[in-house]
Nanobody, 120 residues
């Protein structure tokens, strides 16, 4: 059984930082891109950042480049998203997912989601 268990998130003021972690089991962790999507109220779900452990390849949405950093721990089968300089536009429910990429339709497995709220 594939499981994506998210932790982290919460509330922060604009300019602050948060960290999200996703623990993956039941899935070939190194072979597929794993990462994060988000969905803000009234908006479509969008890819935020992805990483493929085997190759080291990463993807970042333009809106988070330079502020977010994604890493993977191959020993612990976890993916971590470090988020800095957060702004209110980053407020959303964040989902760990795989396979991860710009196309929502490619995703096969989702985590339960975790709320991030950034206040101005």
């Amino acid at each position: 059984e594939v499981q994506l268990v998210e932790s982290g998130g919460g509330s922060v003021q604009a300019g602050g930082s948060l960290r999200l972690s996703c623990a993956v089991s039941g899935f070939p962790f190194e072979e597929y891109a794993i990462g994060w999507f988000r969905q803000a109220p009234g908006k479509e779900r969008e890819a935020v950042s992805c990483v493929t452990s085997y190759t080291g390849d990463t993807y970042y949405a333009d809106s988070v480049k330079g502020r977010f950093a994604i890493t993977s721990d191959r020993a612990k089968h976890t993916v971590t998203l470090e988020m800095k300089n957060l702004n209110p536009d980053d407020t959303a429910v964040y989902y760990c997912a795989t396979p991860c990429g710009p196309l929502l339709s490619a995703v096969g497995f989702w985590g339960q989601g975790t709320q991030i709220t950034v206040s101005s």
